[in-house]
């Protein structure tokens, strides 16, 4: 009778929360909001969607919903890399603050420079970082 008694009594057991195996795709910026609201904005964990072996974040329920529609349309082109440094076979980390879209297409970058270099010479960056994409991890 006492088990029972103390199991009464005591909160309820809940399994200690799952840790992330995802990684957190573009530092948990929102990719819809460089479309919709022309800035670079933090998303939120309320508003996660899994896609692509990545958590995605977003600043709404709107925006979640209109990456789940299409995902590819909002992704960044390079995933979490610079397209900059990449078309220099680099492959760096690149900064959701740094961004651009070109023909309706996302790409991030790993410093301030990195839209102007890329405005600079667009095709040709392009082309070479497309070439180097197997330098991406995950990607031989």
């Known amino acids: 009778m006492l088990i029972l008694a103390m199991g009464l009594l005591s909160p309820a057991y809940s399994a200690p929360p799952k840790p992330q195996t995802q990684p957190l795709a573009i530092k948990g910026y929102d990719p819809v909001a460089y479309f919709t609201l022309q800035r670079a904005t933090p998303g939120v964990a309320q508003y996660e969607y899994s896609w692509d072996e990545h ?28 397209a900059v440094a990449l078309a220099r076979g680099e492959v760096r980390e690149a900064n959701p603050e740094f961004w651009l879209i070109v023909e309706g297409k996302l790409y991030l970058f790993g410093k301030a420079i990195g839209p102007d270099a890329f405005r600079q010479e667009p095709e040709a960056t392009l082309e070479r970082a497309e070439h180097n994409r197997g330098l991406l991890p995950g990607k031989q």
């Open 55 to 82: 958590r995605w974040q977003f600043a709404n329920a709107l925006h979640r919903d209109l990456f789940k529609a299409d995902p590819v349309r909002y992704a960044p082109q390079f995933e979490n890399f610079c």
